[in-house]
């Protein structure tokens, strides 16, 4: 199943099929039932935005464009097929080896760079997701709320030190601290973690079917975890999960109950090459008659500088596979890093004709005018993605910097204002803010502008 490629263009809304969900119905959550009492959306909306500018000032996280443009749209495409009323998501990823996802307040949706290494295919990895937008489709945080009688609901600290915990790898500790233990005591909150995990469960793999996936992905995922708490390097999540066995069994049976076709394999699935720390002692020696391991070959030969070696194998997987969006930002990224900056930007500027804004082939556009000596025109390749995708902390980084070589000095301060903005540092963005006020005149458009984002800030 290559969906990634025609997701590139568009979301497209997956066909319908109907699963059978075993054991007690299930009811999401409304506006008026008690949870939203305790915790409404709009007030989980804004505890999201706090723990996000947290979260991005705090934690690790991966700014590889082509990772994160995956698990935005992986979402995207399981949140059309799941009980979520609307999809509203902040997708993160974790630059941590361990294998863990986690949703919390204001549809934050996080995945950690060690998901890729253990989900060997997209359909295992899409069980894991699924199972997340099932925690944010029946507002587990808030019904905890409600169950505790919205006793010490977990502060922006409380909750920033859970989404750590689960960076980290530790699943129930993390979610039963974000859901208030101190509410209701330990114990008790992890009997209630672990019934939502239960729901979660079969919640995800409904929205796994509908979206046309493979429903064994999510046993195999269970297996996969099994092994892994078997051997001697086992993951911490695991640790804290002695139910996988029954989980295990239970998409098993769901399984068993929904018509099982024939699912290919995704080329565009090779993020666990994109995740991996050690390099190949020989890229040379890898059987490079499958796709997986000639990308993988060609991106080991990339970081040990065999340019020459790195290019042939992208050029021979891009013509066998010519509307890969994958391949195309791989093999800019490769020209660039082969010196050939000048080929880069022909190149990446031909596909995005095919395919214009694509953020991650506009980053990899941007990143090449730079190496050509073009900064000025990556300045504005990078101010379009910005007015497309504000939130992007890196793009803000990214614009910054492209500005500083360009000589704009009025749009270095306002992108390292937003900057600052989405890491909850109002204080700097400020005062860059301000610096960008005095470069203007104060009666111009620019001026007016300048000055509503400060009234902006300091509210």
């Not at 039932?33 to 690790?60: F, H, N, T, Y």
């Not at 080991?300 to 997987?317: C, K, P, Y």
């Not at 990224?333 to 880069?344: G, S």
């Amino acid at each position: 199943m290559s969906k990634f490629a025609i997701l590139a263009f568009a979301v497209a809304t997956a066909s319908v099929l109907q699963a059978i969900e075993p054991g007690k119905e299930v009811r999401l959550p409304e506006l008026g039932d008690p949870a939203s009492a305790i915790v409404s959306l709009e007030e989980e909306r804004a505890l999201g935005q706090q723990l996000l500018k947290q979260i991005r000032a705090q934690m690790p996280l991966s700014s590889d464009p082509l990772i994160k443009y995956f698990v935005r749209l992986n979402l995207l495409e399981l949140a059309t097929s799941s009980e979520l009323a609307q999809v509203e998501l902040n997708p993160i990823v974790v630059a941590s080896p361990e294998l863990n996802a986690f949703a919390a307040p204001g549809g934050i949706v996080g995945a950690n760079l060690g998901l890729f290494k253990h989900a060997e295919d997209v359909h295992e990895y899409s069980s894991v997701m699924a199972h997340e937008l099932a925690h944010l489709s029946q507002r587990h945080y808030a019904r905890t709320q409600e169950a505790s009688h919205g006793i010490a609901i977990p502060t922006l600290v409380s909750l920033l030190g859970s989404i750590a915990i689960l960076a980290k790898g530790n699943t129930e500790l993390g979610q039963a601290t974000m859901m208030g233990s101190q509410a209701m005591g330990q114990q008790a909150m992890l009997r209630y973690s672990r019934t939502f995990e239960a729901e979660a469960d079969r919640i995800g793999f409904n929205t796994l079917v509908r979206a046309g996936f493979d429903p064994l992905g999510m046993e195999r995922m269970f297996k996969r975890m099994n092994q892994l708490h078997q051997g001697a390097a086992a993951a911490q999540w695991l640790l804290t999960h002695p139910l996988t066995e029954s989980r295990m069994g239970d998409a098993r049976r769901q399984a068993d109950q929904v018509e099982i076709e024939t699912y290919s394999e995704s080329i565009d699935y090779q993020m666990p090459a994109r995740t991996q720390d050690e390099i190949m002692d020989s890229a040379a020696q890898v059987d490079t008659t499958e796709f997986a391991q000639s990308y993988a070959a060609a991106l080991a030969h990339l970081r040990t500088q065999r340019w020459d070696e790195s290019l042939q194998l992208f050029e021979r997987l891009r013509a066998l596979e010519p509307t890969s969006l994958l391949l195309a930002v791989s093999y800019g990224e490769a020209l660039v890093e082969a010196e050939q900056p000048e080929a880069a930007v022909s190149f990446l500027k031909d596909q995005l004709e095919f395919n214009p804004g694509n953020p991650p082939l506009a980053m990899t556009y941007a990143k090449a005018l730079r190496k050509a000596g073009d900064p000025a025109e990556a300045v504005r390749v990078l101010r379009r993605q910005s007015k497309a995708r504000p939130n992007d902390i890196d793009l803000w980084h990214e614009l910054s910097e492209t500005a500083g070589l360009s000589g704009e000095v009025l749009l270095i301060h306002q992108s390292r204002a937003e900057f600052y903005a989405l890491r909850g540092d109002n204080e700097k963005a400020l005062e860059h803010l301000e610096i960008a006020s005095d470069l203007v005149e104060p009666d111009s458009r620019q001026g007016a502008m300048i000055k509503q984002r400060i009234l902006q800030l300091v509210e």
